[in-house]
């Protein structure tokens, strides 16, 4: 399949052994089943892009008119979520609307990147929303306050931006360039070493790294540099 991303949701955080017995902290997540239900083309709409729903039981009640006819064009059935993902490059006229998309787009690739809503938490103040440090926690003194916010008489305003109490959480965080630990094609499954922004059942995105790390020199072992001989052999040829 030629499209660069995935419809999923998080199902949980739990943890692998590799070969060298190291122990990675890995987040499990459900990586469709999803379909095509519509392609963008730069003719009609301006750019390219395919339109991918996430395949859930959904009751019919539930989906309205506009959206069932949305979908009878493309032939798809219910879906729970719509996201657009980008093509890749050798896409055009190799998919259409209709067809299917699972997990083993990710086989040849190291590394993704996942968008998700983080967990809302309401009404913050600065200690929990913005990390305070507060102030003294002895007997008349407020601990969990920002303090001053404004300036003096110059300029006499509050500068935009300032961090304050306020709504925590609910915001789209993207994290880049989680290492794929593993892939189960049947389950529609794929595991990311590190954390997932959001709750157990929370829908995520997850598409191709933009712009993955490059390996360590000496990653495999054989041809690792001694960073030591290194300065060593690059010194001795500047006396020279």
């Given amino acids: 399949m030629s499209v660069t991303g995935i419809l999923g949701k998080k199902i949980g955080m739990t943890?692998?052994?590799?070969?060298?017995?190291?122990?990675?902290?890995?987040?499990?997540?459900?990586?469709?089943?999803?379909?095509?239900?519509?392609?963008?083309?730069?003719?009609?709409?301006?750019?390219?892009?395919?339109?991918?729903?996430?395949?859930?039981?959904v009751k019919a009640s539930k989906i309205n008119k506009p959206e069932a006819g949305h979908l009878a064009k493309a032939d798809a059935p219910p879906v729970r979520e719509l996201r657009e993902v980008a093509l890749e490059a050798a896409a055009e006229g190799s998919?259409?609307?209709?067809?299917?998309?699972l997990v083993?787009?990710?086989?040849?690739?190291?590394?993704v990147d996942v968008i998700g809503t983080s967990k809302g938490r309401g009404f913050a103040g600065v200690?929990?929303?913005?990390?305070?440090?507060?102030?003294?926690?002895?007997?008349?003194?407020?601990?969990?306050?920002?303090?001053?916010?404004?300036?003096?008489?110059?300029?006499?305003?509050?500068?935009?931006?300032?961090?304050?109490?306020?709504?925590f959480g609910m915001d789209q965080v993207t994290v880049r360039n989680l290492r794929i630990r593993g892939l189960d094609i049947e389950e529609?499954?794929?595991?990311?070493?590190?954390?997932?922004?959001?709750p157990r059942d929370g829908y995520v995105l997850i598409s191709k790294a933009k712009a993955p790390p490059r390996e360590r020199r000496g990653f495999a072992g054989s041809g690792t540099v001694d960073p030591l001989k290194a300065s060593k052999k690059a010194s001795a040829g500047k006396k020279k």
């Fill in 95 to 101: 998919i259409k609307a209709g067809d299917r998309v």
């Fill in 188 to 198: 529609n499954l794929i595991m990311v070493e590190g954390a997932v922004p959001g």
């Fill in 104 to 111: 083993d787009i990710f086989a040849d690739e190291k590394f």
């Fill in 127 to 167: 200690v929990r929303r913005h990390g305070f440090g507060g102030g003294p926690k002895s007997h008349g003194h407020m601990f969990q306050v920002q303090g001053s916010i404004g300036a003096s008489s110059f300029p006499s305003r509050v500068f935009p931006g300032q961090r304050m109490p306020g709504h």
């Fill in 15 to 57: 943890q692998v052994f590799d070969d060298k017995g190291e122990v990675h902290p890995i987040t499990v997540l459900q990586a469709g089943p999803c379909v095509i239900t519509q392609l963008k083309t730069m003719a009609r709409d301006g750019y390219e892009a395919a339109q991918i729903g996430l395949v859930e039981f």
